[in-house]
């Protein structure tokens, strides 16, 4: 009986949990930042999120950033991230970082923008990118469409950058095909 055995793998993780419980009066950088090299456990995302509450905005944002690849990193930002500055200093920063069309990494910085600093804010910050990052407009105005009801704030503003983006030639067409079975298939906007 070891706690390297798979079947006594508890062990380590009720191991953990014991070291990590009331953590986070003591928890410095070095740890958080070993913490956030691994798959987070629940007790573990809750442990970090203390401790980034607990930061001032400019080390909670600069953590943040440093750690933009992790998984946990949107649920992470969404709670603890209050501040609509902070809120929007996170956002440009992660729109900038996509540089080729990641349609998912659109869809995380709108749900988090239209969230924490509003849909009519994003909606602009995304409307200021229509030159330089074309096939970010793109995405985001597709996911935009989802996450806005049909009245809600935001509709209008959304509507002038689609009409904007399809004057300039940005949003591209859905790319279908419809089977001798009379059955629709959708394909990849972005594939060869």
Known sequence: MTASDPKWSFLTNRATCEKLSGQSETMDTESAHAIMSRVLETNEFNEISRWLRNLDGGSRIEFLICWCDNRAIWRLATSTINKRDEAREFLVHMLNRIDLADSQKTKHCVEFGVAKIGARRVIAEIASRIDSQPHVVDMAVYHLKGILRNDGSGREEL????????????????????????????????GD
């Open 159 to 190: 509507d002038n950058l689609t009409k904007a983006a399809q004057d300039k030639g940005i949003l591209r067409p859905a790319v279908s095909e419809t089977r001798p079975d009379g059955t629709v298939v959708f394909k990849d906007r972005y």
